[in-house]
């Protein structure tokens, strides 16, 4: 496993931006699949983002495409999370997570790696 530690969570407008990053220890860090997961008050963890090891291949759950980009930086041990045009709705806890799995993931019972949690509040 690899230990991950999220930052960059904050109160955001309506169509406003954050950036979260995420650090992790340990030069095995491009060995993983990384992904982003959120979890709002009363609701089950979802999806946000995917990025394979190198980082030539992302994913995007529906309700963020186009608005948010993934990214990470292999030599630094980081993955970076865009948030443009925020929404009241893209409030949550939000969570970086790291799996061994190649192929593209959704499902977080596939990452064994869990950041503690950086809290993004989007006002309307």
């Known amino acids: 496993q690899v230990h991950l530690v999220a930052s960059g969570g904050g109160l955001a407008q309506a169509g406003g931006s954050l950036r979260l990053s995420c650090a992790a220890s340990g030069r095995t860090f491009r060995e993983y699949r990384m992904g982003w997961f959120r979890q709002a008050p009363g609701k089950e963890r979802e999806f946000v983002a995917t990025i394979s090891r190198i980082g030539g291949s992302t994913y995007y759950a529906d309700s963020v495409k186009g608005r948010f980009t993934i990214s990470r930086d292999n030599d630094n041990y980081t993955v970076n999370l865009q948030m443009n045009s925020l929404k009241p709705e893209d409030t949550a806890i939000y969570y970086c997570?790291?799996?061994?799995?190649?192929?593209?993931?959704?499902?977080?019972?596939?990452?064994?790696?869990w950041g503690q949690g950086t809290q993004v509040t989007v006002s309307s």
């Open positions: 997570a790291a799996t061994r799995t190649l192929l593209t993931t959704t499902d977080h019972r596939e990452y064994d790696s």
